[in-house]
């Protein structure tokens, strides 16, 4: 019955949306950035776990960060136990390493961050947030269609051409209630071919907003790999002024 | 001795005090490793070190914070009987208190063991005031640091990873969120006073450092050092010069300098080089491969010779196998060093590695016309348990 459903639902939209794409009241880039500023906040602290999963084997990474905006960030390392209490600075376009260990700071080169933690389908630009998905692409609403259990809008985004940005192409699936849940997302390199999706589950309430706690970055074509994000905690508009992402701060942060 | 049992007494009571807190941090690792050694055409060297490490911080409140690093090995194998003082050798302690102790010296093995970090660090605002045995870390390039005063360590002794460290009062008065001040004085193990003051910043994408002091009471120090980056690639380099206090008149000051770059492709393949110009060097390898392996390490002797030059490649074969090969060359003498390294991840937990070493140099005689050793190799197997 339900299936019945989804398919009267999906026909229904296919007929209509070439109409009501031109009339919705709210624009693509409004949704991705709402959907962009629901995950992030003004500012926000998150406690996560990354697990990369391949067919023979399975590593994770857990730490701690503190993020403002774009341009600052500060991540502590909690485990595996040989990284644990290392901590990584971003200002702007630099970025610093502190290793308690040795008690030493080291500017990080940016060829260098381009490097995934031990082969992760998550890349340093995603974990620091290099480019913007409101600022460095075109969006624009393609369809209605309904993924999980959400009713969401397909939104494409073609990176604009100054943009310093790895993708072709990126497809999203923003969820249409209030919440601008990022439901599903589709990454395509330059050839159109699909290079990784992610897929967002386990939503729970967290400071006031409906969280997805566990999100899966699968690569295309690759059986048995992927890597998935375990949220364990999130708290928004905390107060993080710019002054707190410092070096004095990475030496006592834990 | 009876003060070194003291101090470790109270390390288990203090970890014991406050393992029901949350304001403390325990970790460390067991390592075992295999080393097989050959020098000149002489037989094969075997040696087994058992190697434990402790780091507690305890987190006593929003000002103070109090940590301890203790270093626990236990060394077996042929060179603990061939080589006399070996216990001596291991057991050094070059700070100003004698936090090292050899617990077992048998004939065939020795239980060594150092506290290399205890201090106490109090910070209010953007001041910071750390007191006792810490690490201080002055260096920007990567396998010499002639602006590192204080710890010198030496790029062949690779089972150190945290490297020692000195006995001191280190000043820093943050300006800035990536600017500091910064006076360090330390005290030898000779009651000698090193004190420097360090001004470090960030312009235009280089972090920037001048310092300035007394070195072991023997020499004004000046020197900088910078880290930036030149078309993606880390670009760093230090200099510092050093003129005798004796002779303050003489033009007799000495130069050492480094100068490096590093570049990771997104392949994962990681290039770096890294150039040494050393004023106290000698002309040639005067002291053959003993002088290298068991130098005497200061800023002042970062290598035997003048000039020495380091490049290395590392590549992930897979994510889980990581392969290093590290080359140096020292023009006068000839030296030539390689350093394979191969490192598999077994877990979250566990590392296997497998590193090869081999010197070679040109022949050398000591005083009384006797050949000094002038090539060896060794193979190091290490299994590491991380908690």
Do not use: C
């Amino acid at each position: 019955m339900k299936i019945n459903l989804n398919v009267v639902l999906i026909l229904f939209f296919a007929l209509i949306s070439g109409n009501i794409l031109a009339q919705y009241d709210i624009t693509a880039e409004e949704i991705i950035k709402r959907a962009d500023e629901k995950m992030r906040g003004k500012t926000n602290t998150t406690s996560m776990e990354m697990q990369i999963i391949r067919p023979t084997w399975k590593r994770s990474v857990s730490m701690k960060s503190w993020g403002r905006g774009m341009d600052y960030s500060m991540t502590y390392i909690t485990a595996p136990a040989k990284d644990k209490g290392q901590v990584f600075l971003k200002r702007k376009t630099e970025m610093w390493n502190w290793m308690p260990s040795i008690g030493r700071m080291i500017k990080i080169p940016a060829s260098m961050m381009s490097q995934g933690w031990m082969g992760s389908d998550y890349t340093n630009d995603d974990i620091l947030k290099e480019s913007s998905i409101v600022h460095d692409y075109d969006h624009k609403i393609v369809g209605v269609e309904k993924v999980e259990s959400f009713d969401t809008y397909k939104i494409e985004m073609i990176p604009k051409e100054e943009a310093a940005v790895i993708w072709g192409k990126i497809y999203k699936w923003i969820s249409k209630d209030d919440e601008y849940i990022q439901v599903k997302s589709e990454y395509y390199d330059e050839d159109d071919e699909l290079v990784k999706s992610d897929f967002a589950y386990d939503f729970k309430k967290m400071d006031g907003r409906l969280i997805p706690t566990r999100i899966e970055i699968i690569p295309a074509d690759e059986e048995g790999k992927k890597t998935v994000l375990f949220i364990q905690d999130i708290k928004f508009d905390v107060d993080l002024p710019e002054s707190f992402f410092s070096q004095q701060k990475m030496k006592k942060i834990r | 001795m009876l003060n070194r049992i003291y101090i470790t007494i109270i390390f288990f009571l203090f970890s014991t005090v406050i393992y029901a807190q949350d304001n403390w941090m325990l970790k460390g690792y067991v390592k075992g490793m295999t080393a097989m050694q050959t020098i000149d055409d002489g037989g094969m060297a075997i040696e087994n070190t058992l190697h434990n490490r402790f780091d507690l911080n305890w987190y006593i409140n929003e000002n103070f914070t109090f940590t301890v690093g203790l270093r626990n090995r236990i060394i077996a194998g042929n060179n603990v009987a061939l080589i006399p003082n070996y216990s001596d050798y291991v057991g050094r302690d070059v700070g100003y208190f004698n936090l090292s102790w050899v617990w077992a010296d048998e004939n065939s093995w020795i239980g060594v063991s150092q506290l290399d970090r205890l201090m106490i660090d109090y910070s209010v605002g953007n001041f910071q005031v750390t007191l006792g045995r810490q690490r201080i870390n002055w260096g920007q390039t990567f396998v010499w640091n002639p602006n590192d005063l204080f710890n010198t360590y030496s790029y062949f002794d690779f089972d150190y990873e945290e490297k020692p460290g000195s006995d001191a009062v280190r000043l820093q008065y943050y300006i800035g969120e990536s600017s500091k001040i910064e006076l360090s004085t330390s005290i030898n193990s000779d009651d000698k006073i090193t004190s420097a003051l360090l001004y470090r910043f960030n312009t235009h994408g280089y972090d920037i450092q001048f310092l300035g002091g007394v070195f072991t009471e023997s020499d004004y120090v000046i020197g900088g050092g910078w880290s930036g980056s030149i078309a993606g690639g880390g670009f760093s380099g230090e200099m510092t010069y050093y003129h005798p206090i004796e002779n303050i008149s003489d033009e007799n000051g000495t130069i050492t300098a480094t100068l490096h770059y590093d570049y990771t492709f997104s392949n994962s393949l990681n290039l770096q080089f890294e150039t040494l110009y050393n004023g106290f060097g000698a002309d040639d390898m005067e002291g053959g491969l003993g002088e290298v392996i068991f130098m005497d390490l200061s800023p002042k002797n970062l290598f035997p010779t003048k000039v020495a030059l380091f490049g290395s490649g590392g590549y992930q074969i897979s994510p889980l196998i990581n392969l290093m090969l590290a080359g140096m060359y020292g023009p006068e003498g000839n030296f030539v060093y390689f350093g394979p390294t191969l490192a598999y991840s077994m877990s979250d937990t566990m590392e296997l590695a497998v590193i090869g070493q081999y010197y070679s140099m040109d022949k050398v005689e000591d005083n009384e016309g006797n050949p000094l050793p002038n090539s060896g190799s060794a193979l190091f197997v290490r299994l590491k348990w991380a908690f």
